[in-house]
């Protein structure tokens, strides 16, 4: 009985890790001699597993926050924790391998490279990771079976369909397996 409490307790603790902690994020952008603030104020604790959505008007600053959470750009001024790390005291070189290590980003455009395939396009992110051959085979093998896209894998971007563009980019964006995944 002891022993079940026990793992109760570690179960409630790991599902509420903390993941992402901002406080008082601003971003603002210099006007002439004016700054126009597009984030102001903004804190937010976001637990691992969280599921959560950014909801707002047009240029009420949904992007550059996703932007800053996806470590893509920093904050005019705040604080952005991850993991327990200080996200905005990081130079650029540590930014980017915590973005190459956790950040997945599905983006709304087409990013991928059209003259690659449908496999070197999966196959890039893998390659900057410095993921081994026969894991990044693996792992693309997975992924061109989970979108039905086996039959698909030899051709380039421009040449394929057009309904799967959203699959490609799915199959992309979460190719690195990352801790966070970040649509746009
Ligand atoms: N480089 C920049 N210089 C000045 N202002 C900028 C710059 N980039 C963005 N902005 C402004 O910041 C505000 C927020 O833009 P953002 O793209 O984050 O909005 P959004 O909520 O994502 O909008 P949408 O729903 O249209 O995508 C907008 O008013 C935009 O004009
Ligand atoms: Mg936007």
């Known amino acids: 009985m002891a022993h079940a409490a026990k793992r109760l307790i570690v179960y409630y603790l790991t599902s509420t890790k903390k993941m992402i902690e901002l406080k ?8 002439g001699s004016q700054k126009t ?4 104020y903004v804190n937010a ?12 008007p047009s240029g009420s600053g949904k992007s550059t926050l996703l932007h800053i959470l996806g ?47 449908v496999y070197e396009n999966l196959e890039t992110p893998l390659l900057y990771k410095k993921v081994p051959s026969a894991e990044r085979k693996n792992r693309i093998a997975d992924l061109l079976d989970r979108f039905n896209m ?16 959203t699959t490609r980019r799915r199959s992309k964006g979460f190719n690195w397996s990352p801790e966070t995944d970040f649509g746009r």
Request: aromatic share 16%; proline share 5%; no cysteine.
């Open 37 to 40: 603030y597009v984030l102001r």
């Open 45 to 56: 604790h976001i637990a691992e597993g969280e599921f959560v959505s950014i909801m707002g």
């Open 150 to 165: 086996v039959a698909k894998k030899g051709l380039v971007p421009k040449s394929t369909f057009r309904r799967p563009a």
């Open 24 to 31: 008082n994020i601003e971003r603002y952008y210099p006007t």
């Open 71 to 117: 470590m893509l750009d920093e904050p005019t001024d705040g604080e952005f924790w991850f993991l327990g790390e200080a996200v905005h005291k990081f130079n650029e070189r540590r930014r980017t391998e915590m973005y190459r290590e956790y950040i997945g980003f599905v983006f709304q455009a087409y990013h991928l490279i059209d003259d690659l395939t």
